[in-house]
């Protein structure tokens, strides 16, 4: 059973770039890039250790604060360090890298944990990770029945995905697990993180801040 779901197995960087290729997915995803650029600048210290863990282009980071870049994805990586967007590379599958324990200060986890078959495996390796009093900042699709997401994500599965074939939105983004800031705060706190604040973006996406109590 997988618990990790590789970028390439269900998207192409190529057929990525064309997923904010209408005024309003631009719009959504401008705001959540913006959501998370200003709690990693509230939350974070100089001379932190910074990593975003499965980071695609870090399209967020564009202050360009010196961070870390972990993916499977060799492409992605290669570009966002030429933009300055990562200032070091880490090519390694999530659950399958070689870092130190007590590695970091701060970890962005944006998009990702509703790819995995098993979060809690993920936060347990966000624990092992993050110093004591370490940050999280976890961005993830606020995915209910009455959320925005929803009907969009059901529009492109059938024009973007049935009609013309776009691997990507045929696989329904790769989501297999929905969250609300409600469920995501519970499984945090079940793993021994504290919530220190939510920001609800539009209810397409919702970004949590907590802070790392003790690790496993």
Request: hydrophobic letters at 40%; aromatic letters at 10%; glycine letters at 6%.
């Amino acid at each position: 059973m997988k618990n990790y779901i590789k970028p390439e197995e269900y998207v192409e960087l190529d057929e990525y770039a064309k997923i904010n290729d209408n005024p309003l997915g631009r719009f959504l995803h401008k705001k959540r890039f913006g959501t998370i650029n200003k709690l990693v600048k509230k939350y974070s210290y100089k001379n932190d250790e910074i990593l975003d863990m499965c980071c695609g282009l870090c399209e967020w980071n564009i202050d360009k604060i010196k961070i870390k870049g972990l993916d499977v994805n060799k492409k992605a990586l290669e570009i966002a360090q030429k933009s300055g967007r990562i200032r070091e590379i880490i090519l390694s599958d999530a659950l399958k890298n070689k870092l130190a324990d007590n590695s970091f200060n701060m970890i962005i986890s944006s998009q990702a944990l509703e790819h995995l078959e098993k979060p809690s495996i993920m936060l347990k390796e966000f624990k092992r990770l993050l110093k004591k009093g370490g940050i999280l900042v976890i961005a993830v699709p606020y995915d209910t029945f009455f959320s925005l997401i929803r009907p969009l994500m059901f529009m492109r599965y059938i024009w973007d995905g049935i009609i013309k074939g776009n691997k990507y939105f045929l696989n329904k983004g790769g989501h297999i697990n929905h969250f609300s800031p409600k469920s995501l705060s519970i499984l945090l706190k079940k793993n021994n993180f504290s919530i220190l604040k939510i920001v609800n973006d539009f209810r397409f996406t919702f970004t949590i801040v907590a802070q790392n109590m003790k690790n496993e």
